[in-house]
């Protein structure tokens, strides 16, 4: 079974050197996307309904936790 997930780091480099560490090393995994804003990830994964959320606990405009 595939399961999906979505990144969401504030830091472009941290959030694409997260996203190749998973492809390669989780190739069954669907990475669905990313973004660096908290708002707008909060409105994306309601959408797509990750099933794992991998999230910087230090966004600027929201908390991760």
């Given at each position: 079974?595939?399961?999906?997930?979505?990144?969401?780091?504030?830091?472009?480099?941290?959030?694409?050197?997260?996203?190749?560490?998973?492809?390669?090393?989780?190739?069954e995994l669907n990475i669905l996307g990313s973004c660096a804003?908290?708002?707008?990830?909060?409105?994306?994964?309601?959408?797509?309904?990750?099933?794992?959320?991998?999230?910087?606990?230090?966004?600027?405009?929201?908390?991760?936790?």
């Open positions: 079974m595939t399961r999906s997930v979505y990144v969401i780091e504030d830091e472009g480099t941290p959030r694409e050197l997260c996203i190749r560490f998973l492809e390669s090393a989780l190739p804003d908290g708002h707008e990830a909060y409105g994306v994964c309601l959408e797509l309904q990750p099933d794992l959320i991998i999230i910087d606990i230090g966004l600027p405009d929201m908390s991760g936790l």
